[in-house]
């Protein structure tokens, strides 16, 4: 779809106009800070020297994912595939540097270590975003909005911690960038024609997201029933194995290019 067919097409008004007012409502809202409650979980137990161990390591599948994915992102490119490079690029770039900034988070948790953490996973939000306006929308269209999306995102992250530094924190832009594309993301899918072997995974990513929010909801109550493991560790496992459906969906639409991967 061309980006004028776009602009006349009454589902991207609706879309539009949809982003339009919960910007504006999330805006007129006062600034929201960081609650300090936040950086308090449940599962503080060290294991070979780490502090905060499983919260730390639980972060390897997202190194792992994101490698993996960075990896075959470019082997489908010189294999001649015809993909959205750059915004699976940047989405497993930002997986990858997230599992090093969140461990880092949870070694000492805070908000000045919590800008690491916070600040590759908009990177990588992003690119997914990019990547679904791609694959539904306009490949031309998901290229260009990338780099707004990508400033957007690592912006939202930078004021939130200039106004903290500041006494005033305000978390408003980074809600917005998180939360809105998530509400955005499945109107497409239900407006748009969708690839195939695109939605069942895309709708799996999406259910492990919200099962991984259930968990950090629900830290203390999970570590509760057997001290093994906290519900934040979980989250982390939740959320890799989600963005992890998106290699076998690369290798379900793209076989015949994957065969000496």
Not at 53 to 59: I, K, Q
Not at 171 to 200: D, E, G, K, S
Not at 222 to 227: A, D, K, P
Not at 239 to 257: D, E, T, V
């Amino acid at each position: 779809m061309s980006e004028g067919k776009f602009m006349q097409d009454p589902r991207a008004l609706a879309l539009l106009a949809l982003s339009v007012a919960i910007t504006l409502v999330v805006m007129l809202l006062d600034p929201v800070a960081q609650d300090a409650r936040y950086h308090r979980f449940v599962d503080l137990r060290d294991a070979a020297g780490i502090p905060n161990a499983w919260n730390v390591l639980s972060n390897l599948p997202f190194v792992l994912i994101g490698l993996a994915g960075l990896l075959y992102v470019m082997h489908l490119r010189r294999a001649g595939a015809d993909l959205l490079v750059w915004p699976y690029l940047v989405t497993f770039a930002g997986v990858l540097f997230t599992g090093f900034g969140s461990a880092w988070y949870h070694l000492a948790p805070g908000n000045e270590s919590l800008f690491w953490d916070r600040l590759p996973m908009t990177v990588g939000f992003m690119g997914f975003f990019s990547s679904v306006i791609g694959e539904l929308i306009s490949r031309r269209l998901a290229h260009r909005l990338l780099p707004p999306l990508l400033l957007a995102g690592a912006g939202s992250v930078v004021y939130w911690l200039i106004t903290e530094r500041l006494g005033a924190g305000d978390l408003r832009p980074y809600a917005l960038v998180q939360f809105l594309p998530l509400l955005l993301m499945p109107l497409m899918l239900a407006f748009y024609p969708r690839p195939r072997h695109y939605t069942p995974y895309i709708v799996a990513l999406f259910g492990c997201y919200v099962l991984s929010k259930g968990f950090e909801l629900w830290d203390a109550p999970i570590f509760s029933l057997g001290g093994l493991i906290g519900g934040h560790a979980l989250k982390h496992l939740a959320a890799a194995a989600g963005l992890a459906c998106l290699l076998p969906m690369l290798h379900a639409r793209y076989p015949r290019h994957t065969s000496v991967y």
